[in-house]
DNA sequence: CGAGTAAATTACTGACCAGTCATTAAGCAA
DNA sequence: TTGCTTAATGACTGGTCAGTAATTTACTCG
């Protein structure tokens, strides 16, 4: 309309950039309608691009998943390298990681992820190897290690520290799931997101408190 | 080959059976590879139907989904009612609960259904409010009565049995998805799913086990 | 400014698959 | 056995979409 439009470009080469912004649109996208469901025109509209631009930058829709993927999950080891504080005092580095990783859990890119991961997961055995060592092993030491530290100094009862941490992920992973799926569990739906917290916390820390012989120091 | 061959009929009628087979077939297929990618040929040859019987009894793709779903959370709600034991002690009540939720959730429809309901759900808003309804809050109003007799009774520590009742559902529901992913989740897959339950439920109980300080007051 | 090149677009093709329908065959009844 | 009903088949069609390639457009540098 005005000399100003018309002397902008209808678009504009940014190569440098345009990786990333397919990554993002398509990590939307997958995670809508699944891997399968997903047109490719979609992820380019979604990015503002053409189709024929995805092309440039990966080899086929399959390369773009596991790209998709691969990137989102060096993304949460990153962030969950941030959780873990240089806390000396076990229950506060748990809770820290608690927190970290509750925020995490209520973020779309953690509900997009944990959609792929559910369903297409199985038909990539590289990703599948990739996730299990770098995330769920990676993840389950960190805490684990806290874990043994409270035992240790006696502020959480003794117990195989492996289960300690697979029931705490249960407890978060799970609610993070439940969070985002509010529509069909409306029993979390009006809770606020912090009360959530605070209940799954305080649970967790009741089902590991010493046992009531040593009732010296409680949290 | 032999007269015996040439004599069976190519094919048989069964009309009062097609529509079961065709329902199973579908929710092993649409499991594995999602709605969108799964081929109506796929699940007939999985029937061992041809793809027009399908439309004989089910008018198109989406509605045989929809099909699916339904009858499959319909099987559920029969299966959790056997659940509950007319057992007047809440302990025992909530650990045939928690047996039979374990073997469900291990069991191959439980794992089909999951994938099928995290993903395809936000797509079906009606079968989302059916499974909302006749699911999840007529499951937990159930865990959530007995969980209040346990606290009346004083074998439970008294909190919020809404969140009780969450925390339980977490534990057994994340488990139960982790063990359909073994592949992903090591240290899970060596573990015996009876060794699994029993940490599960014992990890529970402790959580739940009343104060130490008030140990009296018993009705 | 052009001329060159690299980025992005768009029109196209071939494969695939949901859904249809004309044909075949099973089973039944007389 | 024959003829009728209807279950079941499978070849076919039309639309959709991944991937390609010819063309256009933005940018750079002499």
Redesign the pocket.
């Known amino acids: 309309m005005t000399s100003d439009a018309s002397l902008e470009?209808?678009?504009?080469?940014?190569?440098e950039e345009?990786p990333r912004q397919i990554l993002d649109a398509a990590l939307a996208v997958f995670a809508e309608r699944g891997l399968a469901a997903?047109?490719?025109?979609d992820i380019?509209k979604h990015a503002?691009?053409?189709?024929?631009?995805i092309?440039?930058y990966f080899?086929?829709?399959?390369e773009l998943f596991r790209e998709v993927v691969r990137s989102s999950v060096i993304a949460f080891i990153a962030r969950a390298e941030e959780f873990v504080a240089v806390e000396p005092d076990p229950i506060k580095a748990l809770e820290r990681w608690m927190d970290g990783f509750w925020k995490w859990l209520r973020s779309p890119v953690f509900h997009a992820l944990n959609r792929l991961l559910t369903t297409e997961l199985s038909s990539f055995p590289d990703l599948q190897a990739f996730y299990a060592t770098e995330v769920i092993e990676r993840a389950q030491r960190l805490v684990r290690g806290t874990l043994e530290r409270g035992m240790d100094s006696g502020v959480l009862r003794r117990m195989d520290p492996l289960v300690a941490s697979r029931m705490l992920s249960s407890l978060f992973v799970m609610h993070g799931m439940w969070y985002h799926q509010r529509e069909s569990h409306k029993s979390i739906a009006h809770i606020d997101p912090d009360v959530l917290f605070e209940q799954i916390r305080d649970f967790y820390f009741t089902a590991m408190r010493p046992d009531v012989s040593g009732a010296s120091d409680q949290r």
């Open positions: 470009p209808r678009w504009r080469r940014l190569p345009r997903s047109r490719l025109d380019a503002g691009l053409s189709k024929g631009t092309y440039l080899p086929n829709k399959e």
